[in-house]
């Protein structure tokens, strides 16, 4: 059975950072694109970043590029998101996903598993 189990949200001000992470258990970890997603209340889930199985290809959604960098340990079943500058607009529950692919999505129905989700707030 897979589980993804988001970690690292939490309270910040607006122009610190966070980093995420998500621990992954169930399958076979280095086949898999990663994703990760947020939702904030009264908006559809939005992509944020994903990473290639192999790790080596990125893709960010455009309102956190340059700002936010993913990146896997395939050694520790494990994703991270590292968040810096961040905004009052990106306080949302961030999920992070699986996708039984090697490349990439931005889409949500393109992800075969998801976490449970974990809350970030940016405060002004």
């Known amino acids: 059975q897979v589980h993804l189990v988001e970690s690292g949200g939490g309270l910040v001000q607006a122009g610190g950072s966070l980093r995420l992470s998500c621990a992954a258990s169930?399958?076979?970890?280095?086949?898999?694109?990663m994703g990760w997603f947020r939702q904030a209340p009264g908006k559809e889930r939005e992509f944020v970043a994903a990473?290639?199985?192999?790790?080596?290809?990125?893709d960010y959604g455009d309102s956190v590029k340059g700002r936010f960098t993913i990146s896997r340990d395939n050694a520790k079943n494990t994703v991270n998101l590292q968040m810096n500058s961040l905004k009052p607009e990106d306080t949302a529950v961030y999920y992070c996903?699986?996708?039984?692919?090697?490349?990439?999505?931005?889409?949500?129905?393109?992800?075969?598993?998801w976490g449970p989700g974990t809350q970030v707030t940016v405060s002004s």
């Open positions: 996903a699986a996708r039984r692919r090697y490349l990439t999505s931005r889409n949500v129905g393109g992800y075969d598993y």
């Open positions: 169930g399958l076979t970890f280095s086949t898999y694109a």
């Open positions: 990473i290639s199985s192999s790790g080596g290809y990125t």
